[in-house]
């Protein structure tokens, strides 16, 4: 079974700064993938990046990178000069195949002030 | 491009009523989910569903709980004799075709959610 672990339930950080948001997960399966998704007050759910576990870069998309530690089964998320928006629920992912449910941690708040 | 939409967006039953909640997945998807969102929690699978057939329920409550996704229209979760406790964010996603092994995996675009309240 894949499980999804999550230790922050909270996090602070000031405008313009740097965070870093853990996940730590558990597969057998040697084919898997990582997502972490933000959710904000309004509730929606807002893909940001995904890591495949064969892919031997980490993962960037704008100011969100993916610090993809295989050996250790982590997959934290580096947030670079936090804003106001960014705000919200952070929820890490796993699945294991194309087609098959993702497997949520209980996600982490984070709170940007300015 | 429109993205996943869902409806309604809010829904407010009483206990015993039944709720039925629609979700058109992103144009060119064939792959749909179901997961429930309780307060203070992560999503949880229920039930995934390609065009006419129900391929993982594993995650669906047994009774009262149904899921389809016919050929033309939207997939519709429904439940059936609603209790309090199904009181939660109903959220559906949808990923286009199964990719290659070696590429496991297709991104789940999520829609704004289906709130229901049970009074």
């Known amino acids: 079974a894949q499980k999804i672990t999550q230790t922050q339930p909270g996090m602070f950080v000031q405008e313009k700064e740097a965070v870093t948001l853990d996940c730590t997960y558990d597969t057998s399966d040697p084919s898997y993938g990582l997502f972490w998704y933000k959710q904000p007050s309004s509730g929606e759910m807002i893909f940001l990046i995904y890591q495949g576990s064969y892919d031997q870069q980490n993962a960037t998309e704008g100011r969100y990178s993916l610090n993809f530690q295989k050996a250790r089964k982590s997959a934290n998320l580096v947030i670079s000069a936090s804003q106001l928006g960014d705000s919200a629920m952070y929820f890490c992912a796993i699945t294991h195949q194309a087609g098959t449910a993702l497997i949520f941690g209980k996600g982490t708040t984070l709170s940007v002030s300015s | 491009n429109a993205g996943v939409m869902q409806n309604p967006r809010h829904l407010v039953r009483r206990r015993g009523q039944e709720a039925r909640l629609r979700c058109s997945p992103m144009?060119?998807?064939?792959?749909v989910y179901w997961y429930r969102q309780l307060p203070e929690e992560g999503l949880k699978f229920m039930v995934y569903?390609?065009?006419?057939?129900?391929?993982?329920e594993s995650g669906m409550p047994k009774e009262r709980f149904s899921a389809e996704f016919p050929k033309e229209g939207p997939s519709i979760l429904r439940i059936q004799q609603v209790v309090r406790g199904d009181s939660a964010a109903y959220f559906c996603?949808?990923?286009?075709?199964?990719?290659?092994?070696?590429?496991?995996?297709?991104?789940?675009?999520f829609g704004p959610g289906t709130r229901l309240t049970v009074l």
């Open positions: 996603a949808s990923s286009p075709s199964r990719q290659a092994r070696r590429n496991p995996t297709d991104t789940q675009y």
């Open positions: 144009k060119g998807h064939s792959h």
């Open positions: 569903l390609q065009k006419e057939n129900i391929i993982d």
